[in-house]
């Protein structure tokens, strides 16, 4: 017998993603969800709480704009605020199947994104929050045999789902990375470019992502952030999973990173690319 619980799951948690009619909701789960986190963060965080995240002294050493408040979640949210705005929740791997999704070619053109990137044999990419590898296996030929991508994950299931995929594909160029929530693991000074596909709003801990994304670029090597539109009402996307291009360029601006170009031509997403300038 398929229980309400596995209905759910087979059909995964996509639909928070989705704004409007077009998704499923599972209204009573996400209910009862929602008041079980709200006790508990309420129990856990009092009122009182100041300004911070682990409140350790690496924190608090930072400027104050880039340390992290809290609030009582917002329902996709996880109730972290970084420069004004709100967390996301992370895609949980039981909804990998719509990373996969068809009509995805129409509604984000992954092979035209990877033509404005310009990426060229050899090069070594790092696809930061790979999921199943929808963006990293199309990047695989384009870097070669020379080149290599890291497919960093924190969900083991979605790397065990790129292994999977990868062998059916015969792919050998994507070495999948098991990092942290603030640390991708990777070799400093290695990465040509870095890039996050509807990922980096969901990082609970931007600051520090970004910090060690940053050591892992070679001077001169790129980050790119595609990111849903916030600008645009017409992009069926919910709120928390949608960036402003000015938003982007706030939260990168305390690391080493230069603007270079924001590129429009995708039907929902903006390509926001910076360069890692040298610091010394
Ligand atoms: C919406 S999915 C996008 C997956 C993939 N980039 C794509 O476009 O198909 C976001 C992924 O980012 C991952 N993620 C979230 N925070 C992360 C972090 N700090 N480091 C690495 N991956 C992270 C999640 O586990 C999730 O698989």
Redesign the pocket.
């Known amino acids: 017998m398929i229980t309400k619980f596995q209905r759910v799951c087979r059909k995964g948690f996509q639909p928070r993603y989705i704004s409007g009619r077009r998704g499923f909701q599972p209204r009573k789960l996400t209910k009862i969800g929602a008041i079980f986190v709200s006790i508990l963060f309420l129990l856990i965080y009092p009122t009182t709480s100041p300004k911070g995240d682990s409140h350790s002294e690496k924190d608090m050493a930072r400027p104050a704009s880039t340390q992290y408040e809290k609030r009582i979640p917002s329902r996709d949210g996880i109730g972290k605020i970084y420069m004004g705005r709100e967390i996301s929740q ?2 949980g ?1 039981l909804a990998a199947g719509w ?1 996969e999704r068809p009509e995805r070619e129409r509604e984000e053109m992954p092979n035209k994104l990877l033509e404005m990137l310009k990426l060229k044999k050899g090069d070594v990419v790092a ?6 590898g ?2 990293a296996r199309r990047i695989s030929p384009i870097v070669g045999k020379t080149g290599t991508i890291y497919g ?4 083991q299931e ?1 790397l065990d789902i790129l292994a999977k995929k990868m062998a059916e594909e015969g792919i050998t160029n994507i070495k999948g990375v098991l ?1 942290t ?1 603030t640390n ?1 693991k990777l070799p400093p000074n290695s990465v040509d470019l870095a890039i ?4 980096y709003h ?4 931007p600051y520090e ?1 970004m910090h060690n994304i940053c050591r892992a670029l070679k001077v001169g090597g790129r980050v790119a952030f595609i990111e849903y539109r916030l600008e645009d009402d017409n992009v069926p996307i919910k709120r928390l999973h949608k960036m402003s291009e000015l938003q982007v360029i706030k939260e990168a601006t305390p690391h080493p990173l230069s603007w270079i170009e924001t590129l429009d031509g995708l039907p929902w997403q903006h390509v926001i690319i910076f360069e890692k300038v040298a610091t010394e």
């Open positions: 992370v895609m791997h990373l696809d930061i929050g790979v999921g199943t929808y963006i960093v994950e924190i969900q979605m990092g929530i991708p996050m596909v509807d990922v969901e990082f609970s801990h992502m």
